[in-house]
């Protein structure tokens, strides 16, 4: 008997643009704990405009979490329970 796994809130368009996107990969895969863009940008070797650009997608997405969202610097991300799932179904 095969089973098969659901994800709870998660649809299959959203992890059709993660696990077509390398960049978005890499800085769900990295996110283990809360981190600056300017951290993940030195981790993953991404331009920091493209890990900013990145971030916001995700976080629109529901896959992070800005812990600092009044801060206009030192913000922090981290994935949250919906980009875990994610994560784990892409790999």
């Not at 993953?44 to 900013?52: A, C, G, K, P, R």
């Not at 529901?62 to 799932?85: D, S």
Request: aromatic share 6%; glycine share 6%; charged share 25%.
């Amino acid at each position: 008997m095969v089973s098969i796994v659901m994800l709870s809130d998660v649809d299959w368009e959203i992890i059709g643009a993660i696990s077509a996107s390398g960049h978005k990969m890499k800085i769900l895969s990295i996110l283990n704990k809360p981190k600056t863009p300017k951290q993940i940008s030195t981790e993953t070797n991404l331009y920091l405009s493209h890990v900013s650009k990145n971030l916001k997608d995700l976080s629109y997405a529901g896959l992070v979490k800005c812990l600092t969202p009044k801060l206009r610097k030192g913000k922090f991300y981290v994935i949250t329970e919906k980009g875990n799932e994610v994560l784990q179904m892409l790999k």
